[in-house]
C-alpha cells in the first residue's frame, strides 16, 4: 500500500486556536480498506473523536472535538486491504501550542514603595496554573500573594472549552533591596517560563 504525501506535522495555537481538527490519510491503491487510528500507540478516545472514510474508503479522516493541550502527540493511521491483507501506517505530529508573556521584563520599584505588581499572561491551549519563583523557591505567602485575573486573548482551556487568556500578577509588599532580582513566572508542569527583572 502506497499513501499520498501527508503532513508529518500540524501545528495549532498559541494565536487563534481551534477546537477541533481533522487530521487524514488518503491511499494511492484502490480497492476496499479498514483504518485504524492511534495516539501514542493507544486507541483513540471515542468520547471526543469521530472517524470517517472517504472516496470508496480510500481516505479516512480524524476528527478530534473539544481540542486541549493533552491532546499533542503523534497521531498513526492504519490501513489493510481487506482483501490481500496488505498493511500499512503513516504517522502525524499534532502539536497544540500555548505562549507565556511577561507584561513588562524590567520593572523599578524603591525601598519607600509599599508594594510593587509583576504580570504575567498565557494563551493559546492552556496547560495549568502560572507560579512564581525567585532563586529556586516558589513564591506563594508572606510578602507575595499571587491573584489570576481573566484576559481577552482567545484561548482553549484545559478541559477544551473556549475562554480567555490567563494572567497572573505577583504582588510585592513591604519593599526592601533584598527584593532586587529575577522573577520566574513557569506554566505549571511545563519548561515555559518567562524572566522579569525587578531593579530595587
Known sequence: LEFQNSPSQVSLGPDNPLSSVSISCTLVNSGSF??????????????????????????????????????????????K??????????????????????????????????????SCETFGYLVNSIKWMKNGVQLSDGKYSVSTLAGDISSISNNGCSTTSIISQLNISN????????????IQDTTIQETITLHI
Open 81 to 118: 486491504h481487506t482483501t490481500d491483507n496488505t498493511y500499512y501506517n503513516i504517522s502525524t505530529q499534532l502539536n497544540l501550542n500555548v505562549a507565556l508573556t511577561a507584561a513588562v521584563n524590567n520593572v523599578s520599584a524603591h525601598v519607600s514603595d509599599s508594594s510593587v505588581t509583576l
Open 175 to 186: 519593599i526592601t533591596e533584598q527584593d532586587d532580582g529575577d522573577y520566574i513566572c513557569v
Open 34 to 79: 479498514e483504518w485504524m487510528w492511534e495516539y501514542e500507540g493507544s486507541d483513540i478516545p471515542v468520547d471526543r473523536s469521530e472517524v470517517w472514510t472517504a472516496d470508496a474508503t480510500r481516505i479516512s479522516i480524524l476528527v478530534i472535538n473539544e481540542l486541549r493541550y493533552t491532546d499533542s502527540g503523534n497521531y498513526t493511521c492504519s490501513a
